[in-house]
C-alpha cells in the first residue's frame, strides 16, 4: 500500500500565496507522475499541474505562470507552489502519485489520492 499526506493548504487573501506539499510512503518501486488535481463545489475535479520522474510537466491554463510544480525524487514529495492566487482558486486540493509495483515479474502502475486539503482564497 501507498500513503500520501498532505499539507500547506488554508484561506488566503486574493494575491496571496500558499505552498502544498505531499509526501508518498510505502511499498512501491518506484514513483513516476506526481502531482495535483482540484475540486471546486458543483464542478468536476480537474487537473492543475503533474510532473514525470524525469521533470516534464504539466499545468492547467489557469494556472500557467502562477503555480510551480516541484518534486523531491529523494523525499518522494511533490509540492505546488501557488502564488497570485484569486477565488477561483479556491477547492479541496489533490494530491495524485502514480507508482510502479510489482507482482513476480510483472510491473503495473497505481494511481493513490491524498485525503484533499482545502484552499480558500478571499476576495
Known amino acids: 500500500q501507498v500513503q500520501l499526506v498532505e499539507s500547506g493548504g488554508g484561506l488566503v487573501q486574493a494575491g496571496g500565496s500558499l505552498r502544498l506539499s505531499c509526501a508518498a510512503s510505502?511499498?512501491?518501486?518506484?514513483?513516476?507522475?506526481m502531482g495535483w488535481y482540484r475540486q471546486a463545489p458543483g464542478k468536476q475535479r480537474e487537473l492543475v499541474a503533474t510532473?514525470?520522474?524525469?521533470?516534464?510537466?504539466n499545468y492547467a491554463g489557469s494556472v500557467k505562470g502562477r503555480f510551480t510544480v516541484s518534486r523531491d525524487n529523494a523525499k518522494n514529495t511533490v509540492y505546488l507552489q501557488m502564488n497570485n492566487l484569486n477565488a477561483e482558486d479556491t477547492a479541496v486540493y489533490y494530491c495524485?502519485?502514480?507508482?510502479?509495483?510489482?507482482?513476480?515479474?510483472?510491473?503495473?502502475?497505481?494511481?493513490?489520492w491524498g485525503q484533499g486539503t482545502q484552499v480558500t482564497v478571499s476576495s
Open positions: 510532473m514525470t520522474s524525469v521533470g516534464s510537466t
Open positions: 495524485n502519485v502514480r507508482v510502479t509495483r510489482f507482482s513476480g515479474l510483472m510491473a503495473s502502475a497505481y494511481d493513490y
Open positions: 510505502g511499498s512501491f518501486f518506484n514513483v513516476n507522475t
